[in-house]
């Protein structure tokens, strides 16, 4: 599987579950409400990885490899 596609794929399976307990907290429509909260936490989620990676690349390791993707 290609680099990127790991790289990709991680933060939005992470990011989900990181926002399950933030949804079930809330009484609002559960679908749209889950929809706006994973992408808020996968979006956060990768820039805070990223931006930890480029000052110490084993912090890679949280994207699902600990290199960036050659293209």
């Known amino acids: 599987m290609p680099q990127s596609i790991v790289r ?3 933060p939005m399976i ?3 579950v990181l926002s399950l307990p933030i949804v079930s907290s809330l ?3 559960q679908a749209a409400l889950e929809t ?3 992408g808020v936490v996968v979006s ?3 820039v805070v990885v990223r931006f930890l990676e480029e000052r110490h690349a ?4 949280l ?3 600990a ?3 050659t293209y």
């Open 58 to 61: 084993v912090f890679g390791w």
């Open 44 to 46: 956060v989620y990768y």
């Open 36 to 38: 706006v909260v994973s």
């Open 63 to 65: 994207l699902g490899l």
């Open 14 to 16: 992470v990011g989900f």
């Open 27 to 29: 009484d609002i429509d």
């Open 67 to 69: 290199r960036t993707p």
């Open 8 to 10: 990709t794929i991680v």
